[in-house]
């Protein structure tokens, strides 16, 4: 079933989601990286940590609103530290930045609680012995997550990578992650289409493979 609930993902996003604005955020979210590490360059050795990891929330929100904003896609104003929000039809949009050995700091926050809640009935997806096997939700929370070293001396200047993640209602789990370099590639990919062409004999042929005619 995990196959096939990470299919059902991944088609809610390439149907919703353009191929451009991942383009987008992608490339926004690595010059955030690039912008915080360069404003917190020459602070005090004391303050770096501190200062970067507020500048890479800084720099990230404005580049993220402003992916949006190229795409057309609502969202709340850039204000103070609080987390953007975009809805592209079924698809709620958010971001956070995080070392790559611990997500769960994601959980921090209660707006994406808040969001991530949007998901319980992706996770049942991977659970249908339990709850059965539920239908296609309304909405589902989508992240957009920038992935640093987690040292300042281990590449402090830009994420290790962007990935596009759907996570559970904790925030604690990955039910479908892949660097958004990757995911792009899925739209070159054909769609499968199933064969239901039958090969059906004429009638008129004989079982001698002699036609009667």
């Given at each position: 079933?995990?196959?096939?609930?990470?299919?059902?993902?991944?088609?809610?996003?390439?149907?919703?989601?353009?191929?451009?604005?991942?383009?987008?955020?992608?490339?926004?979210?690595?010059?955030?990286?690039?912008?915080?590490?360069?404003?917190?360059?020459?602070?005090?050795e004391g303050h770096i940590s501190s200062f970067l990891g507020?500048?890479?929330?800084?720099?990230?929100?404005?580049?993220?609103?402003?992916?949006?904003?190229?795409?057309?896609i609502e969202h709340n104003p850039v204000r103070g530290n609080?987390?953007?929000?975009?809805?592209?039809?079924?698809?709620?949009?958010?971001?956070?930045?995080?070392?790559?050995?611990?997500?769960?700091?994601?959980?921090?926050?209660?707006?994406?609680?808040?969001?991530?809640?949007?998901?319980?009935?992706?996770?049942?997806?991977?659970?249908?012995?339990?709850?059965?096997?539920?239908?296609?939700?309304?909405?589902?929370?989508?992240?957009?997550?920038?992935?640093?070293?987690?040292?300042?001396?281990?590449?402090?200047?830009?994420?290790?990578?962007?990935?596009?993640?759907?996570?559970?209602?904790?925030?604690?789990?990955?039910l479908f992650s892949e660097p958004l370099t990757s995911f792009?590639?899925?739209?070159?990919?054909?769609?499968?289409?199933?064969?239901?062409?039958?090969?059906?004999?004429?009638?008129?042929?004989?079982?001698?493979?002699?036609?009667?005619?």
């Amino acid at each position: 079933m995990g196959l096939q609930a990470e299919e059902t993902i991944v088609d809610k996003l390439l149907t919703h989601l353009p191929h451009d604005l991942c383009h987008s955020i992608d490339d926004g979210l690595i010059v955030a990286g690039e912008r915080a590490y360069r404003d917190s360059a020459h602070r005090h050795e004391g303050h770096i940590s501190s200062f970067l990891g507020q500048a890479r929330h800084f720099h990230s929100n404005e580049q993220f609103a402003f992916a949006l904003d190229m795409a057309g896609i609502e969202h709340n104003p850039v204000r103070g530290n609080d987390i953007i929000i975009g809805q592209l039809g079924p698809l709620l949009l958010g971001r956070f930045a995080t070392s790559s050995k611990t997500w769960n700091n994601a959980k921090r926050s209660k707006r994406r609680l808040d969001l991530a809640s949007h998901n319980q009935w992706v996770e049942r997806l991977f659970q249908p012995d339990m709850f059965g096997i539920p239908s296609t939700g309304p909405t589902m929370a989508v992240f957009f997550v920038s992935v640093f070293s987690g040292s300042v001396r281990v590449q402090p200047e830009r994420p290790l990578s962007v990935e596009i993640s759907v996570m559970n209602t904790m925030l604690s789990e990955r039910l479908f992650s892949e660097p958004l370099t990757s995911f792009v590639t899925r739209y070159a990919q054909p769609a499968e289409q199933r064969d239901i062409a039958q090969v059906r004999l004429k009638q008129a042929v004989m079982k001698d493979g002699k036609s009667s005619s």
